[in-house]
């Protein structure tokens, strides 16, 4: 069955880079029928689109973040990664990492917390 | 940017039927999806395209959708049930999220 399992720094300092990693595992990362991406949390808040990408690199963006986000894939590692720059406090999130399908997200990851913070 | 809007709390007795609406312009030309959260949990889907359940849903939760607005019904609500819930739309390459409701079995 499918897993998704985010890794990175649980603390990151403002105005630094956010990197995340999700491993993929029983399951292919160059899987046609889906899209990967990223979702973030904040505590006590509600849940935010960040991006997806195919694996063969086709990526959207959440507008509000484009700016400053990158979401990639390396399928030599069935790696799926995100970076985002420039961060202030309010990128303090749960960051997931997910399978999207046309519609709808049906795989989840169960989340890291980052938190920005000098 | 597209939005959708949830009522923040939702309260039901423990067997009683509960409705979670949904609400954004033009919804029911969109598909929508529902997902729970638990504290301390990640997401998970119950409901997609409208009103399709995901393999393991239980039968009491079930989805709808009229003009603009979605609605998410939770039949004879157990106390397991309770958790947040949030509603979601694909809109012009974009995956919006609804406010989330919390609910509360009483």
């Known amino acids: 069955q499918l897993q998704l399992q985010e890794s990175g720094p649980g603390l990151v300092k403002p105005s630094e880079t956010l990197s995340l990693i999700c491993t993929v595992s029983?399951?292919?990362?160059?899987?046609?029928?889906?899209?990967w991406g990223w979702i973030r949390q904040p505590p006590g808040k509600g849940l935010e689109w960040i991006g997806t990408v195919s694996y063969r690199g086709a990526t959207y963006y959440n507008p509000s973040l484009k700016s400053r986000i990158t979401i990639s894939v390396d399928t030599s590692k069935s790696h799926l990664s995100l970076k985002l720059t420039s961060v202030t406090a309010a990128d303090t999130a749960v960051y997931f990492c997910?399978?999207?399908?046309?519609?709808?997200?049906?795989?989840w990851g169960q989340g890291a917390l980052v938190t920005v913070s000098s | 940017s597209y939005e959708l809007t949830q009522p923040p709390a939702v309260s039901v007795s423990p067997g009683q039927t509960a409705s979670i609406t949904c609400s954004g312009d033009?919804?029911?030309?969109?598909?929508t999806s529902w997902y729970q959260q638990k504290p301390g949990q990640s997401p998970v889907l119950v409901i997609y395209q409208d009103n399709k359940r995901p393999s393991g849903i239980p039968e009491r939760f079930s989805g709808s959708t009229s003009g603009n607005t979605a609605a998410l019904t939770i039949t004879g609500t157990q106390a397991m049930d309770e958790a947040d819930y949030y509603c979601?739309?694909?809109?012009?390459?974009?995956?919006?999220f609804g406010t989330g409701t919390k609910v509360t079995v009483l």
């Open positions: 997910a399978t999207f399908r046309e519609t709808d997200i049906d795989r």
């Open positions: 029983g399951g292919s990362i160059t899987a046609t029928s889906y899209y």
């Open positions: 979601q739309a694909w809109d012009r390459n974009s995956y919006v």
């Open positions: 033009k919804l029911g030309d969109k598909y």
